[in-house]
């Protein structure tokens, strides 16, 4: 009896909307490594893509820009700024905080 699997990720639980799925199929806007008969895999959101996973996200924002100084780079959170509302079908938006001192002015 031939007992080899060929599973695209194996995360070691039976979640789904953490990058891997409980049929091991990695999912869309996640990329996962580093499993073995050893160890799990792990799973990572892409950056980038400009979608966020409520839930088992992996980045702080995703903001469906590459602009600097607008809250959100490289996936995290800018000093002065704050970011909401991101989800599997829509990017974050950031807002300045008000009353920090810190002035970004206007893009």
Not at 82 to 102: F, H, L, R, V
């Amino acid at each position: 009896m031939n007992y080899h699997h060929n599973f695209a990720c194996d995360d070691s639980n039976n979640y789904d909307h953490d990058g891997c799925t409980s049929a091991c199929v990695v999912e869309d806007g996640w990329y996962c490594y580093g499993g073995s008969r050893l160890g799990e895999d792990h799973c990572y959101e892409k950056c980038g893509d400009h979608i966020r996973f409520d839930g088992y996200s992996t980045i702080e924002c995703d903001d469906a820009t590459s602009t600097a100084n607008d809250g959100c780079v490289s996936c995290e959170v800018q000093d002065g700024w704050y970011c909401y509302g991101g989800s599997a079908t829509t990017p974050d938006t950031c807002k300045e905080i008000k009353g920090d001192g810190m002035d970004y002015g206007s893009f």
